[in-house]
């Protein structure tokens, strides 16, 4: 969602602030803008994408050493000129960009509007520079940093928010409830930005902002931090950036999609290194060892996610509960926030993300947290507000995942709550050693067996073309790949915009079987071994009815090709690895249709890499 950047120090703002924006486009945007300070305030802003920006910009006065940029995923008033952000003041001294929602806006405004306050656009956001505004004028002579901490005490809602102030040329405000910051250091010079792929090309060194914290920075001068509430003084923990800038280029893919498929095989790896030895029989989460007591004596783990971490999750209630006999619960993190979930100090509740900063999810650990529940992360995104609220975690190593389709992170989720479910079935006594050691062997095969997927992409890449006009799509699986079929028709729907539906497959005949006719393309993940002469049962029922069938199928399959359509053969592997294979045609399958219709692979419409308000 949206993207903060700002820059203070000795160099020229607007190419910094500019290829900031750039790199944070693949969170989600529909307007940019930046200010630049200079004795003047300058603010350029436009609708659509941050070359649109640059064009509007490229005669412009663009000078100055201190500037504040944003991209904009609309919540509050449409996309457009004026709403983008950034937002000044009523005088225009005072200028701002925001990433949240301010909850209690209105009830601000009205306040605002009867102390002569006017508004130019329909944001939240331009109300909080009217309040910055407002303080200022009613405490005079305190400093910037207290003038806007006293403002945000005031604001029911979350937000991320740098502030620039032409009375106080060099200095930048940066704050944060809910929604994430983090502040590079660099020879006296400071970078902000809404995560590091803006900065790690300046500096390694990085502060992330706490939850309720607000920080003041100037060239040359010691970056100071204080809680907005209490207002105390914070000391800031530097840490080392562990991050590329190749991570962030396409690398000769044509987009960060397919980089990130074809990545797979290493990111799966990278996921095992050091916690797993087929050779020595072992497999070791150090998050788990750490809470070997709780994880001991847990009698129920609940899962919170969204969308594909969500899938990850649902895969994980198949995995934990088969191999280590202990009972799991998946929930929308949406979801359980709000419903008044009974959860105790016996559970371990589990936080899967690839960004580790999804409103939704923090919101549900943090309930978790207060029922005294251990909560456990399964991140990808290295400092990140989930990985650090909680109480112990496992990273999946996939490095920076850019493509808005969760590829690498899905595969490293499942990869390592693969090794949790063995390690945690190995610690319960609840699988054989004959078994685990199978599956030891076999797991670490995986990545090799993902490359030999790849090299289908050109079969794949045919089977889009057959069906890239489809209005809609049926997606089927069973057990392990029930939560396959549903991260498959995600993949559809949101980079090539075909309606597609996920189902068990058993389940199509309750309902769905009403949609089949010689129009819809059905693809169906065949590859179970308990459930196989189940599936195809229900392939025939969808060609009795003419739908077309593309199925995965293992290696040697000769029952399912004799009725399929499409027959998509992966790699022989234990029942419950499949989902790490039969996956990557799917993510192939939606990559190849979404070019195909000319889609925005990286950037589809409206949807966002981090979803970072509810
Ligand atoms: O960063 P998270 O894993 O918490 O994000 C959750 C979802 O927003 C995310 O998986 C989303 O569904 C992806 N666009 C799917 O490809």
Not at 113 to 121: A, D, I, L, R, V
């Amino acid at each position: 969602m949206c993207g903060i950047v700002a820059y203070t120090g000795p160099k020229k703002a607007y190419p910094i602030l500019i290829k900031g924006l750039q790199r944070l486009e693949y969170r989600g945007y529909d307007s940019a803008g930046v200010a630049l300070l200079n004795g003047d305030i300058r603010v350029y802003k436009r609708k659509g994408k941050v070359s649109e920006l640059e064009d509007f910009a490229k005669d412009k006065n663009l000078s100055g050493s201190v500037g504040i940029g944003h991209t904009r995923w609309a919540t509050h008033g449409k996309p457009d000129n004026i709403n983008a952000h950034p937002h000044q003041s009523g005088d225009g001294n005072i200028v701002l960009v925001h990433n949240g929602i301010i909850e209690n806006y209105a009830v601000l405004k009205e306040a605002l509007s009867e102390n002569g306050h006017t508004f130019k656009s329909e944001t939240d956001t331009e109300v909080l520079v009217h309040l910055i505004e407002e303080i200022q004028n009613q405490y005079n002579n305190l400093p910037l940093e207290e003038v806007v901490r006293v403002a945000l005490t005031k604001v029911i809602g979350a937000y991320a928010i740098v502030v620039i102030d032409k009375k106080d040329p060099d200095k930048i405000i940066a704050a944060r409830r809910q929604s994430p910051l983090v502040i590079g250091i660099g020879e006296d010079e400071y970078y902000i930005a809404s995560d590091a792929t803006p900065i790690v090309e300046h500096t390694k060194h990085v502060v992330y902002l706490g939850d309720g914290e607000i920080a003041s920075v100037e060239p040359k001068k010691e970056l100071q931090i204080k809680t907005i509430d209490e207002n105390e003084t914070q000391i800031p923990a530097i840490q080392e950036l562990d991050m590329k800038i190749e991570q962030l280029e396409k690398g000769g893919y044509d987009y960060f999609m397919l980089k990130e498929i074809h990545e797979q095989p290493k990111s799966i790896a990278d996921c095992m290194r050091g916690r797993i030895s087929a050779e020595d029989g072992w497999v070791l989460l150090g998050g788990v060892e750490e809470q070997a007591k709780k994880f001991a004596e847990a009698e129920r783990i609940i899962i919170a996610s969204c969308g594909t971490s969500w899938h990850a999750g649902l895969i994980a209630e198949y995995l934990i509960e088969d191999l280590a006999r202990l009972p799991v619960e998946v929930e929308y993190a949406s979801e359980l926030r709000y419903r008044n979930p009974i959860i105790t100090d016996k559970d371990i509740v589990l936080a899967i993300s690839q960004s580790g900063e999804t409103a939704d999810t923090l919101a549900a650990l943090q309930i978790a947290k207060e029922k005294g529940a251990l909560i456990y992360g399964i991140v990808n995104a290295v400092g990140s507000s989930i990985a650090r609220m909680t109480d112990a975690g496992s990273y999946i190593h996939a490095g920076p995942e850019i493509g808005v389709a969760s590829t690498k992170a899905f595969t490293g989720q499942v990869t390592l709550l693969t090794l949790m479910a063995l390690s945690l079935a190995k610690k319960r006594g609840t699988i054989t050693d004959e078994y685990f050691q199978k599956l030891l062997v076999e797991i670490e095969k995986i990545p090799g067996k993902v490359e030999q997927v790849m090299k289908l992409n050109e079969q794949i890449e045919y089977i889009a073309g057959e069906i890239q006009h489809a209005n809609n799509a049926l997606y089927l699986g069973r057990g392990y790949n029930f939560p396959i079929a549903l991260e498959g028709a995600l993949k559809l729907k949101e980079i090539s915009y075909i309606h597609a539906e996920g189902y068990p497959a058993a389940e199509m005949k309750h309902g769905p079987i009403a949609l089949i006719d010689e129009n819809m393309p059905v693809v169906v993940i065949c590859t179970n071994k308990s459930a196989y002469e189940k599936i195809i049962s229900n392939v025939q029922e969808v060609k009795a009815r003419k739908g077309m069938v593309i199925a995965i199928v293992t290696e040697g399959d000769k029952e399912i090709k004799k009725i399929a359509d499409y027959t998509i053969e992966i790699p022989d592997t234990e029942e419950p690895l499949t989902p790490l294979l039969s996956v990557i045609p799917l993510q192939l399958l939606s990559y190849h249709i979404a070019v195909m219709r000319e889609c925005n692979v990286d950037q589809p419409r409206n949807l966002a890499k981090s979803v970072t308000v509810e």
